[in-house]
C-alpha cells in the first residue's frame, strides 16, 4: 500500500491486522481492522488497499461461496 505522507513525516510504523469478507467472485465485500497499527492513518490506508484486491472465492460442492479471510498489511519505514 502506499504510505501516507503524514504518517512517514511522523515515523509512524505498524501492522494492520484485518478481517476480509470476500464474496463469490472474489472481490472484498467489507474490511474490519481486527488489530490497530495504533496509527489511524495506516489503518485507513490498509483498509483503502484491500478493497482492491481480489481473491479466489471459497468453494463449496464446485460452487464459489462467500468467505473470510484474516491478513495484516506492515507499515516499515527504511
Known sequence: ???PE???LRGEQGTV???LAVGTDG???TVTVARSS???MLDAAAR???LEWRFRPAMRDGEP???TI???VHFRLQ
Open 1 to 3: 500500500p502506499s504510505y
Open 6 to 8: 503524514a504518517a512517514r
Open 65 to 67: 461461496v462467500p468467505g
Open 48 to 50: 483503502r488497499t484491500v
Open 17 to 19: 491486522g484485518l478481517e
Open 70 to 72: 484474516r491478513t495484516s
Open 27 to 29: 472481490r472484498v465485500i
Open 38 to 40: 495504533g496509527s489511524p
